[in-house]
C-alpha cells in the first residue's frame, strides 16, 4: 500500500466515525464497538477488579465519557503514557418541553450548547440524535440511543428583501431566531416523545413509553474531502472527534509493553465541570482503582504524561492578521504546539522539548501556537487535568478553520501526521 492509499484508507475510517457519532453519546458507542473488537475488556464501577499485567480494559461513566487503559507488561518503575479528548462539540440541543406552534408550522425551542458559531446553522438540512430513557413493556427503565439520520429540521434564513442590512451585520437572538423548523400540519397535539417512541420501534426497540431525552441537532451532511487535490477535511464536530478518533486508533496501533490510557470527556465546551467532565473525579477514581496503594498512585503518576489533544486554530488566509506572526500554524503542515503564558494550555519547556524530540525522531513535522498577546485564549482539558493529577502535561492539537462552525475544516495531512505522532508517543519510552 502506498503512502497516499494509507493516507485514504485513514481519512476514510475517521468519516465514518464522525458520521457515526452524531452526539457524545454516539462517539462513546462507537468507542466502545472499536475496543471490544480489538478484544478491550469492559469494567464497570460495581464489579471487582481482577486487573492482569499488560491487561487491556475500558470503562464509560454517562455513557459520554470513555477511558480506556493498556496496564504495563514489566513490573518495576510503572508510567503511563495519557491522552485525553473531549466528545462534546457545540450545538443546537432540544429544550424538555420544546414544542412550538406558529401559523400552522411545528417547531421546537433549543438551547445553545457551548461557544457555537450560530449563522451557519441557518439552512442547513438537520437530523435528531440523542439518548432517550423509556419505560418498558414491564415498567422498567432503560435508555436507548436514537438518530433520525435524515433531515427532519431546519432554520431557514430571513429573505434579503425583508433584512436589507443583513449583510452589514446582523446577530442572532438564540431565543427567538432559532427555533427549528420541523414540519407543517402536524396536530395540534403533537408530542416530540410520540415521535421518539415512533423512531425507537422503526429501530427494534421494545419500548412503550418515552419519559425523556438529551437530544442535540446535527447537519446531515457527511464528512467531505475539499480541494482540487483533496487538501482538507471538512465536517461537523471535528473539535473534538478529529483528536478522539486520533487518540484511539493510535492506541489500538501500538506496539508497546508500557502502560498506555486514553480518556476522551464530555462537556468540555462548557467548562468541563460535571461528574463526565475532566473537573470531576473520573479519571482519578479510576486511577485509584488500577493502584488502589497511593504511593504507588503517585510514583506511577510523577513518572507519567498526559497529551490534551484538542484543535488549534490555523491561521486563516483572509483573517492573518487575527494570529501573531511567528505563530500561524498551517493545514498539513503537522499537529500543533500549543501555548500560553497564563495557563490556558499546559504545555511547559519540558513537555514541549518532549514532543519536539519525539517528532524529529519520527521524522514529523510539528508546528507551536501562541495567540496573540492582544486577543484572549481559550482552554483545553489539559490545565485542568494537570491540575487534578499533578502529572506532566503537553496541549497538542491539528490545526483547523470555522472552529466552533457547524462544519469545520482541516488538513487532510494532518489526521494520519497526528496519528502516527500519538502512536509513537505511546510506544517511546520517555524520561526527563
Request: proline letters at 4%.
Amino acid at each position: 500500500m502506498t503512502a497516499q492509499d494509507t493516507q485514504q484508507a485513514y481519512l476514510a475510517g475517521l468519516m465514518e466515525f464522525i458520521k457515526a457519532s452524531p452526539t457524545p453519546f454516539h462517539a462513546v458507542s462507537s468507542m466502545v464497538d472499536a475496543l471490544t473488537a480489538a478484544g478491550y475488556c469492559r469494567l464497570t464501577v460495581a464489579d471487582t477488579w481482577a486487573l492482569e499485567a499488560g491487561g487491556r480494559y475500558f470503562i464509560s461513566r454517562n455513557d459520554s465519557t470513555i477511558i480506556a487503559v493498556v496496564l504495563p507488561k514489566k513490573q518495576g518503575l510503572q508510567r503511563l503514557h495519557m491522552v485525553g479528548a473531549h466528545t462534546d462539540s457545540p450545538c443546537l440541543k432540544v429544550k424538555p418541553n420544546p414544542e412550538v406552534k406558529r401559523k400552522g408550522y411545528q417547531q421546537l425551542g433549543v438551547e445553545v450548547y457551548g461557544g457555537a458559531l450560530l449563522h451557519p446553522w441557518f439552512d442547513r438540512d438537520l437530523s435528531l440524535a440523542g439518548r432517550v430513557v423509556c419505560r418498558n413493556s414491564d415498567g422498567v427503565l432503560e435508555s436507548h440511543l436514537v438518530d433520525f439520520k435524515r433531515p427532519v429540521a431546519c432554520i431557514p434564513s430571513l429573505a434579503i428583501h425583508l433584512d436589507r442590512e443583513a449583510n452589514k451585520g446582523h446577530s442572532v437572538n438564540a431565543q427567538t431566531d432559532l427555533p427549528v423548523l420541523l414540519g407543517q400540519a402536524l396536530g395540534d397535539d403533537f408530542d416530540l416523545r410520540q415521535l421518539l417512541l415512533k423512531q425507537l420501534l422503526t429501530d427494534g426497540h421494545s419500548v412503550a413509553q418515552v419519559v425523556d431525552y438529551e437530544l442535540s441537532l446535527y447537519d446531515v451532511q457527511a464528512p467531505a474531502l475539499v480541494g482540487i487535490k483533496e487538501e482538507f477535511l471538512a465536517a461537523a464536530r471535528l473539535d473534538n472527534l478529529f483528536s478522539c478518533y486520533m487518540g484511539l486508533s493510535a492506541m489500538l496501533a501500538a506496539d508497546t509493553t508500557q502502560g498506555m490510557l486514553l480518556v476522551c470527556n464530555d462537556h468540555e465546551e462548557v467548562g468541563s465541570q460535571s461528574a463526565e467532565g475532566a473537573q470531576g473525579s473520573f479519571l482519578m477514581s479510576v486511577l485509584q482503582r488500577i493502584y488502589p496503594s497511593a504511593e504507588q498512585l503517585h510514583q506511577v503518576l510523577d513518572a507519567s504524561t498526559f497529551i490534551s489533544a484538542d484543535n488549534a486554530h490555523g491561521v486563516h488566509p483572509n483573517f492573518a492578521n487575527k494570529h501573531d506572526e511567528q505563530h500561524g500554524p498551517k493545514l498539513n503542515a503537522g499537529p500543533v504546539i500549543k501555548v500560553n503564558a497564563n495557563q490556558r494550555y499546559a504545555t511547559n519547556a519540558v513537555t514541549s522539548a518532549m514532543i519536539k524530540e519525539l517528532a524529529a525522531q519520527a521524522n514529523l513535522p510539528i508546528q507551536t501556537f501562541v495567540v496573540r498577546s492582544d486577543m484572549g485564549c481559550g482552554s483545553t482539558i489539559g490545565p485542568i487535568t494537570a491540575a487534578q493529577l499533578g502529572v506532566r502535561t503537553l496541549d497538542l492539537g491539528a490545526p483547523t478553520f470555522a472552529m466552533h462552525s457547524i462544519r469545520e475544516l482541516a488538513g487532510s495531512a494532518d489526521a494520519l501526521i497526528t496519528h502516527q505522532l500519538l502512536q509513537a508517543f505511546f510506544e517511546t519510552q520517555m524520561v526527563v
